[in-house]
């Protein structure tokens, strides 16, 4: 498939223009209202660091109770046993399935920990960050916006657990509390990228050089 | 800035700053999006009505269907992860699909109705919203937890979901954003 890129780069802001999220139409900034979707129009995001920073506090605090509690019960031979989510990949590796703990340490564990911390350099980098890794961070966060719902594999996987192992008096799983944590950091993290405007970094650039 | 109306049949556009992918063009979108979009919505409907999967042991079997991993959680005392669940996996994802078969029928017959604008709308807000692909990754992930302490058998429903997903995605990548919002401008303009 052969690629057409614009040769003289012109941002529409520039020009007074703004970009609507929902359609991509470009329109005067001075209207409120995109003249060929309806949605609201911006030039920016409104107050995009201020919410992705208040969104990914939120997300910390919740990936506390995420962490901690037991994300699911097993109930054997009328037995309970609560696991947490690194409980699990210990019992795992006890078990002596290195590869498959390595797996769900990593998406569990490592993926939303450091999505976390992406978002937090990312809003910290829109001033301070160096203006030769412009590139980089805009593929930062596509990267961070494209993971951000595939965390919520571990609580499908809860889920399909809780709905498959059902045999009464024989081994029955219950979800934890836990999981509503882990769903919240999972949606309020997907807040987050959602509100931050990776243009404004490319905008600080541009005044910069003015 | 770029101006998308040049692309033609198979062309890309990228980002000059970023180099992030932005548009492409191709003549017969419109019914092809119509094709996956239908094929999904089928297997969708057939995942929810078969067994999913069946965990044996001591032979004892307990079988699952695809709603069920909304209901268990239900009655298990969490309301609020059953209803998420079931958005995510099942609402959300038939709603987008109903939507952009209805657009894209519009399209294809060239008819401009009121709604749409608020259907284009809802169908891009909701897009980031829908986790088919990553459910189904998450049934994997829990075969491979479960496999080696019981017998797991796989049901129609699970081959089902398995190509109701990747429909799922064809459909929603093969609407491209910047191209379906210009032929609706251009309806709306007639």
């Keep these: 498939m052969s690629e057409v890129t614009a040769e003289i780069p012109m941002t529409a802001a520039s020009q007074g223009l703004a970009s609507c999220h929902i359609c991509l139409k470009l329109a005067g900034a001075d209207l409120h209202l995109c003249p060929r979707c309806g949605a609201a129009l911006h030039l920016r995001k409104s107050n995009s660091i201020d919410r992705t920073l208040a969104l990914l506090f939120t997300a910390c605090v919740l990936y506390i109770p995420a962490n901690m509690l037991p994300i699911m019960v097993t109930d054997q031979l009328g037995q309970p046993t609560p696991s947490t989510i690194i409980g699990g990949v210990v019992l795992l590796l006890n078990m002596g399935s290195a590869p498959i703990a390595a797996v769900i340490f990593f998406a569990s564990v490592m993926i939303p920990s450091s999505k976390l911390l992406m978002m937090f350099y990312l809003c910290w980098s829109v001033r301070k960050g160096p203006p030769e890794t412009l590139r980089q961070r805009t593929v930062l966060y596509r990267i961070t916006e494209f993971i951000g719902k595939w965390s919520m594999i571990d609580v499908f996987v809860v889920a399909i657990l809780v709905a498959l192992i059902n045999l009464t008096n024989l081994i029955v799983i219950h979800p934890g509390t836990a999981t509503i944590a882990f769903a919240a950091v999972v949606m309020v993290s997907m807040l987050a990228a959602e509100s931050f405007d990776p243009r404004l970094m490319w905008d600080q650039r541009d005044n910069n050089d003015e | ?190």
């Design chain 2, 1 to 190: 800035m770029f101006d998308i109306s040049i692309l033609k049949d198979g062309e890309s556009a990228r980002c000059s700053r970023c180099g992030h992918f932005l548009s492409s063009y191709r003549g017969d979108e419109t019914s092809r999006v119509i094709a996956y979009t239908s094929s999904a919505l089928i297997l969708l409907a057939l995942a929810c009505s078969y067994p999913f999967m069946a965990f044996k042991a001591s032979g004892l079997e307990s079988l699952m269907t695809l709603p069920q991993t909304a209901i268990n959680l239900w009655r298990d005392g969490m309301p609020s992860l059953a209803l998420l669940v079931a958005a995510f996996i099942i609402f959300i994802p038939a709603l987008v699909l109903i939507l952009i078969l209805a657009l894209n029928i519009a399209l294809l017959k060239e008819r401009h109705y009121h709604w749409l604008r608020p259907v284009g709308r809802l169908v891009y807000t909701l897009q980031n919203w829908c986790m088919v692909e990553v459910f189904f990754i998450g049934i994997l992930v829990s075969l491979v937890k479960v496999g080696h302490m019981a017998t797991v058998v796989m049901g129609l429903s699970f081959w089902a979901y398995a190509a109701f997903s990747g429909f799922f995605v064809l459909s929603l990548s093969g609407l491209d954003r910047a191209q379906c919002w210009r032929r609706i401008e251009a309806l709306n303009d007639e």
